[in-house]
């Protein structure tokens, strides 16, 4: 058995963890809320621009748009969105178990360190690695998108998809895939032109100038938003993993201590009913 002072030792240590992994969940928190309300603020945007893009795709031929319908290529591109640290729980081990399910013939594109690290080690092809920004901004998302439309464009990517972890709640994350490219294939345009002669009293857009001239400029634009809101849920699933991880970490630490001074003061109160029974005998002795 250890003695007190080896005991009083690993309680001061673990204690000292506990303050730490306890300062990582404060900070952990402020961070995902900050992510949260930026992912929820883009939101509405988001919705209004699939609602313009519903109403133009509908007024025009989308086998005139490359982005729309795609090509025959089978070669797939991938947008591996991740985090650069670890110490947030399963959330990295779930979205490779998504980057496992791609043929190995795919290309990647890695956003972010644990992402780049798997993809190196697994001798995937990688085209292009860009830094994940700590502000999960814009400008830092518009070369990653630049890239992946002149490689679908240019018939070197049949799809491009897009690998991230969905923030659903506090508690709960998930590893998910959405295609970027080609927005839709043909079969979708079709029913979605009879959702739009089934329910005529939608919302009705007059476009000025014409719907596919509109269609040309908003198409980037609308893969921009769309990678950039996936990086954003993305830092808000990595923050609140990372601060239930920490607190598991801590509570965990502090029960550790709570059995740790048990049995520091089962130990003393052992030694201290030993010296009485010592002096007791000795006392005996004496008479």
């Known amino acids: 058995m250890a003695n007190t002072k080896e005991i009083r030792k690993r309680i001061k240590s673990i204690n000292n963890t506990a303050k730490i992994t306890k300062a990582m969940e404060l900070v952990s928190a402020a961070k995902m809320r900050r992510s949260q309300e930026a992912a929820n603020a883009g939101k509405p945007y988001s919705s209004l621009i699939n609602e313009v893009l519903r109403g133009l795709v509908t007024n025009i031929d989308p086998s005139l748009h490359p982005l729309l319908v795609g090509n025959s290529v089978e070669t797939d591109l991938i947008i591996a969105i991740s985090s650069d640290r670890g110490l947030a729980g399963a959330l990295t081990s779930n979205l490779i178990k998504k980057l496992l399910e791609f043929s190995s013939k795919s290309e990647f594109i890695s956003l972010g360190a644990k992402a780049r690290n ?112 996936y990086l954003l849920e993305s830092k808000a699933s990595e923050h609140s993993a990372r601060m239930l991880a920490m607190k598991s970490a801590t509570d965990n630490a502090l029960e550790l201590v709570d059995d740790l001074s048990l049995t520091y003061n089962q130990i003393r109160q052992e030694s201290i009913t030993k010296e009485i029974l010592d002096i007791s005998t000795a006392a005996v002795a004496l008479e």
């Open 118 to 229: 798997f993809l190196a080690k697994t001798d995937r092809k990688v085209v292009a690695d860009f830094p994940l920004p700590e502000n999960g901004s814009l400008e830092a998302v518009q070369p990653v998108v630049k890239l992946a439309i002149e490689k679908f464009l240019s018939g070197e990517s049949g799809r491009v998809f897009a690998v991230y972890t969905q923030f659903h709640s506090t508690l709960r994350q998930e590893a998910f895939v959405r295609q970027l490219l080609p927005i839709m294939d043909l079969s979708s345009f079709e029913n979605l032109q009879k959702e739009e002669e089934a329910h005529p009293e939608g919302t009705e857009y007059k476009f000025e100038p014409a719907a596919d001239k509109i269609l040309e400029a908003i198409l980037p634009h609308f893969i921009l938003m769309e990678l950039h809101h």
